[in-house]
Nanobody, 129 residues
């Protein structure tokens, strides 16, 4: 099992930036995939971005393409989500999540929470207008 410690959330004005960090410990395979999900009040948890640790291939939700960037520091088992040009609709609790195998980003693929077996505690991001 993988454990996560997330940080970097906070309150920011629209147009601002935040960088979320997720430090993983435990059994983190070299070819795992790490995802960032978010959940706003009254809404379902949705995937924001995924990265395959082995080859660095990525997935982004359409709503964040061009604004968010996922990255890894494999030596530190740390995963990042750089969020730029933030909008009020980005307000949510953000979670990192792990699956022990790489993800196949086939056409039309949308990551689902059930695919990921370990989750962080979440960090709140609030974007004011």
């Amino acid at each position: 099992e993988v454990q996560f410690v997330e940080s970097g959330g906070g309150l920011v004005q629209a147009g601002g930036s935040l960088r979320l960090s997720c430090v993983a410990s435990g059994l983190v395979y070299d070819d795992c995939a790490i995802a960032w999900f978010r959940q706003a009040p009254g809404k379902e948890r949705e995937a924001v971005s995924v990265i395959n640790r082995g080859d660095g291939t990525t997935y982004y939700a359409d709503s964040v393409k061009g604004r968010f960037t996922i990255s890894t520091d494999n030596a530190k088992n740390t995963f990042y989500l750089q969020m730029n040009s933030l909008e009020p609709d980005d307000t949510a609790v953000y979670f990192c999540a792990h699956t022990p195998h790489p993800v196949d980003y086939y056409s039309g693929y949308v990551p689902q929470p059930f695919e990921f077996d370990s989750w962080g505690q979440g960090t709140q991001v609030t974007v004011s207008s």
